[in-house]
């Protein structure tokens, strides 16, 4: 299998004192945890995702500074969708469906 879609539907995120930061965002689609991010410095070498072998859930690892703009996607935007792709090397792509030309803020 190539990739699997899901939408999410709710989200939560962690911050941890031994860290200093951001420790962990959860994606999920209504009960079900579908994506994990943990978060590292902007000059740790990014590992790459622990993807489930039936593309139903995944861990990845992002810069701490995508924080911000995930929180806004997951705030304002709908429908909110990850991509589990276990292709080589892998990844989980988090991301909104298009949108109209000079739609706006509503």
Do not use: C
């Amino acid at each position: 299998m190539a990739f699997k879609t899901h939408e999410i539907t709710r989200y939560n995120y962690s911050f941890s004192s031994s860290g200093g930061g951001v420790a962990t965002m959860q994606l999920w689609h209504d009960q079900t945890e579908v994506v994990r991010i943990n978060f590292i410095d902007e000059d740790a070498v990014l590992p790459p995702p622990a993807i489930g072998g039936d593309l139903e859930t995944a861990v990845a690892v992002y810069r701490r500074s995508a924080l911000p703009a995930l929180v806004d996607m997951l705030r304002h935007e709908k429908p909110v969708k990850a991509t589990i792709n276990d292709q080589p090397p892998g990844f989980v792509f988090v991301h909104i469906g298009p949108e109209p030309v000079g739609e706006g803020e509503v």
